[in-house]
């Protein structure tokens, strides 16, 4: 069973590459294919820079026009998704500072001990309702810099050296911006439960 699963993954990734090889020679189908095999995740990431899913569409359409013009000069140096979120990213940040939100939180000059090395993404920890709805508003209001770690590896599930490639960081300077933002959520998550302690224990 694990041969069959390790012939799979490979089968895959060799499928991957040959659609990679043929959209950078102008296959517009081994493209398409490309994209529908990637939109969702992209999706997934990008929906937590934007104002709404609305905004979120757009930044994933524009993220694989440019990706579609620039396929030509992509090296390979990187999986191709790498290059598809970094790209994603980027445009969901642009537009983020032509809006900045008045609620993102300063986390450069917090204190960096005790971060919590969570081993599974946020969410699968948050069961209820308003948990997750207090979860996702920490991470939104995260400057953008300092969310994409945290989407990127705790939520999508990326390694470290995968999400540190996503944002041309090294593996380094993505960890400290990991542990920061991990602080700031957990801030938030602590001051949830003691305000649900302090005033919702007697419900």
Same mark, same amino acid.
């Given at each position: ?10 089968a895959l990734a #060799? ?7 043929? +959209? ?47 396929? +030509? ?14 790209? &994603? ?6 537009? #983020? ?16 001990? &005790? ?55 090294s593996e380094a ?22 305000? #649900? ?7």
């Open positions: 069973m694990e041969g069959e699963d390790t012939t799979g993954i490979r #060799a499928d991957e590459s040959a659609l990679v090889s043929r +959209a950078r020679e102008g296959d517009r189908v081994a493209f398409e294919a490309l994209a529908r095999r990637h939109a969702d995740r992209l999706y997934a990431v990008v929906v937590r820079f934007c104002a709404d899913a609305t905004e979120a569409e757009d930044v994933v359409q524009e993220a694989f026009l440019r990706a579609w013009r620039g396929i +030509a000069r992509f090296e390979g140096s990187s999986e191709f998704f790498t290059w598809l979120y970094r790209i &994603g990213i980027n445009e969901a940040k642009r537009r #983020a500072e032509r809006h900045p939100r008045n609620e993102t939180v300063s986390i450069e000059d917090e204190p960096i001990d &005790g971060a919590p090395d969570w081993s599974e993404a946020p969410e699968r920890r948050a069961e209820q309702g308003e948990l997750r709805r207090v979860l996702e508003a920490a991470v939104r209001a995260l400057p953008a810099d300092y969310r994409a770690p945290l989407v990127l590896r705790d939520v999508e599930g990326l390694s470290t050296r995968e999400a540190a490639a996503v944002m041309d960081l300077a993505f960890k400290s911006r990991l542990h920061r933002a991990r602080l700031a959520v957990r801030r938030a998550l602590d001051a949830y439960f003691l305000d #649900a302690h302090g005033h919702g224990g007697e419900r």
